[in-house]
């Protein structure tokens, strides 16, 4: 079972989402995508992992404020330990920068760049928060493995869609240069090329002779 909540203080609004225990965690690790934040976790302390889906081509760093204050909410209220104490610290990073090594326990993870990893103070529980985010929570039973897979179906059917575009952007602007090549070839072809200066003489002769007579 996977929980489900909506952060609507932003526009568009933004799903928030959290496994029901460890080994949900584990596969919602396993089965995320690029644009999801990891970890909203509690730092030091045992505690829900809760993650963000950004809307595709967004990336960590356009979550908005509001977004990772209601996720700090959330996260230090569905911690024993931390939802206890005041001043907590949360971190989270990017789905990418996780980082899963064999003998880990269920649930556990590490990361590839501890630079990629941010942190956010928690002075107290706010309960209005923590209302309104329980007001929009959502249980349901998703199918990970194939919401992954038809993720990625979609991935390279767009990858596939942006190669076709830009092939044609390169053949138009190819024939394109081809045309304006070969018009400024044709102003300076020799065979296309013809003075008036001798019509003109052979024009003038024959009028004054006209005149003459």
Same mark, same amino acid.
């Given at each position: *079972?996977?929980?489900?909540?909506? $952060? ?8 928030i989402y *959290?496994?029901?225990d460890?080994y %949900?965690?584990d596969?919602l690790?396993k089965?995320g995508?690029l ?5 909203? =976790?509690?730092?030091k302390? $045992? $505690?829900a992992h809760?993650y963000v889906?950004?809307?595709?081509g ?6 908005p &404020?509001?977004?990772? =204050?209601?996720? @700090?909410?959330?996260v230090k209220? /569905? $911690? ?5 104490? /005041?001043g ?5 990073t ?9 003998g880990m326990e269920?649930g556990?993870v590490? !990361? =590839? ?14 309960n &209005?928060?923590? /209302? ?11 199918d ?11 991935d390279?059917?767009?990858?596939r869609?942006?190669e076709? @575009?830009e092939?044609?952007r390169?053949?138009?602007?190819? %024939?394109?240069?081809?045309r @304006?090549? %070969?018009?400024? /070839?044709? *102003?300076?072809?020799?065979s296309?090329m ?6 003109t &003489?052979? &024009?003038d002769?024959?009028? @004054?002779?006209?005149? !003459? *007579?």
């Amino acid at each position: *079972m996977v929980l489900y909540y909506t $952060s609507n203080i932003v526009d568009p609004p933004v799903t928030i989402y *959290m496994g029901k225990d460890k080994y %949900e965690n584990d596969d919602l690790i396993k089965y995320g995508f690029l644009e999801d934040i990891w970890y909203f =976790h509690v730092d030091k302390l $045992s $505690s829900a992992h809760v993650y963000v889906r950004l809307q595709p081509g967004q990336t960590w760093l356009d979550i908005p &404020e509001e977004v990772v =204050h209601d996720c @700090a909410q959330l996260v230090k209220a /569905n $911690s024993i330990e931390g939802n206890k104490k /005041n001043g907590i610290t949360v971190i989270y990073t990017p789905w990418d920068n996780l980082k899963k090594t064999p003998g880990m326990e269920t649930g556990q993870v590490t !990361f =590839h760049n501890n630079k990629k990893v941010k942190r956010v103070f928690v002075e107290k529980r706010i309960n &209005e928060v923590v /209302n309104r985010l329980n007001k929009t929570k959502v249980e349901r039973f998703p199918d990970l493995l194939q919401e992954k897979v038809q993720r990625e179906k979609i991935d390279r059917l767009k990858a596939r869609e942006g190669e076709f @575009a830009e092939k044609e952007r390169v053949r138009i602007l190819a %024939e394109e240069k081809k045309r @304006a090549e %070969e018009e400024i /070839n044709n *102003m300076f072809d020799p065979s296309q090329m013809k003075s008036n200066y001798r019509e003109t &003489e052979v &024009e003038d002769i024959n009028a @004054a002779e006209e005149d !003459f *007579m």
